[in-house]
């Protein structure tokens, strides 16, 4: 018998036709054996919109104000009975075989308590979204400097959450996602991503993301700022070299050879990760932000000539990678169509 998930969503003042294909989307997955709980959080219209459905799965919650997305998914974990719970957006579409896919991949790899997938986006702009790095070593690594889950898109393994200070930060009102994996990081917990697409996920003007977008930067960087503390070096270069990876701080064009040489610094001095794994994590994103700076692009001949520079990156970025983003690329250029 398949093992019940339940699915979490949380709305607020979400347009109807939004709302009502993110709802589809989970009573019409492949996988039944389900609920989901839908809270809406403040919204008497999205409350009517949802209570016309009578699908007998669905647990339908109605706050009288607004208390926050935090509040409201945590609210939601506590009252689901699934082995596996599972995250939605109320103005995303999950693919019909989502939960499928992750509840196999959950059984199967019993090492992995939490688990994300790649999104392909849709609304305003259309791209794949997805992560280089996917394994559980990696993650943890890069979750430093960013957030590499789609928050959506993640599932949990329900015995995480027995631990009862592993819930969303109701003091952050923006980027508790990125906050909550570092801390389920720290607590020995595996995260993992599978890279399929399993959701469409919604670009539009109206996202929380885009309204408070000075708001969650500041979440954003001190939430960094705290993984800081796992390296053993200067606290401070240690801070801006992450906001730097994490694209939070910007850097002058002649800058990049320097920030490399912090990287290298980082890694002599870190106890807390593996040092290949370091090297090979950072000098990926490393990298990945020389070919997105327009000066790197003209110079990239002239800074590949720094030996120890191109044996580092092409040494981390092997034919697996370049083969993965040319992939991916070729992809994002006919989602343009």
């Known amino acids: 018998m398949e093992k019940k998930v339940s699915v979490i969503m949380s709305t607020y003042?979400?347009?109807?036709?939004?709302?009502?294909?993110?709802?589809?989307?989970?009573?019409?997955?492949?996988?039944?054996?389900?609920?989901?709980?839908?809270?809406?959080?403040?919204?008497?219209?999205?409350?009517?919109?949802?209570?016309?459905?009578?699908?007998?799965?669905?647990?339908?919650?109605?706050?009288?104000?607004?208390?926050?997305?935090?509040?409201?998914?945590?609210?939601?974990?506590?009252i689901s009975t699934g082995e596996y719970i599972m995250r939605m957006d109320s103005d995303d579409i999950s693919l019909k075989d989502?939960?499928?896919?992750?509840?196999?991949?959950?059984?199967?790899?019993?090492?992995?308590?939490?688990?994300?997938?790649?999104?392909?986006?849709?609304?305003?702009?259309?791209?794949?979204?997805?992560?280089?790095?996917?394994?559980?070593?990696?993650?943890?690594?890069?979750?430093?400097?960013?957030?590499?889950?789609?928050?959506?898109?993640?599932?949990?393994?329900?015995?995480?959450?027995?631990?009862?200070?592993?819930?969303?930060?109701?003091?952050?009102?923006?980027?508790?996602?990125?906050?909550?994996?570092?801390?389920?990081?720290?607590?020995?917990?595996?995260?993992?991503i599978i890279p399929k697409i399993g959701l469409k996920y919604r670009i539009h003007s109206e996202q929380a993301s885009n309204e408070k977008k000075h708001i969650q930067e500041e979440f954003y960087k001190k939430t960094i700022k705290n993984n800081a503390k796992k390296i053993n070096d200067d606290r401070e270069k240690i801070e801006n070299l992450?906001?730097?990876?994490?694209?939070?701080?910007?850097i002058n064009d002649t800058e990049y050879i320097k920030i490399a040489e912090d990287i290298d610094l980082m890694i002599e001095n870190c106890d807390t990760f593996n040092k290949k794994d370091l090297k090979k994590v950072f000098y990926n994103r490393y990298f990945q932000l020389m070919i997105k700076n327009k000066y790197m692009q003209k110079n990239l001949k002239k800074i590949m000539k720094n030996k120890n520079l191109r044996r580092k990156i092409l040494k981390v970025y092997n034919i697996k990678n370049i083969i993965h983003i040319t992939y991916y690329d070729i992809l994002n250029i006919f989602c343009k169509y």
């Open 13 to 78: 003042n979400t347009k109807k036709e939004f709302l009502t294909k993110a709802v589809d989307s989970i009573l019409n997955q492949k996988y039944k054996n389900l609920e989901f709980i839908i809270i809406c959080d403040g919204s008497m219209e999205d409350y009517n919109i949802v209570k016309e459905y009578s699908d007998e799965r669905i647990k339908l919650i109605f706050h009288n104000e607004n208390r926050g997305l935090p509040q409201s998914l945590n609210e939601a974990i506590d």
């Open 98 to 192: 989502r939960i499928s896919i992750q509840v196999e991949f959950l059984e199967k790899h019993k090492n992995i308590d939490v688990c994300g997938m790649y999104a392909k986006a849709i609304g305003e702009k259309n791209l794949i979204m997805t992560l280089f790095l996917n394994e559980p070593k990696y993650i943890a690594i890069q979750l430093l400097y960013r957030t590499c889950l789609i928050h959506p898109t993640v599932a949990f393994r329900r015995k995480i959450f027995e631990n009862t200070d592993l819930r969303y930060n109701v003091n952050y009102t923006c980027a508790q996602d990125f906050e909550l994996w570092t801390r389920i990081c720290n607590n020995n917990n595996n995260i993992a």
């Open 242 to 250: 992450l906001l730097v990876l994490g694209e939070k701080q910007k």
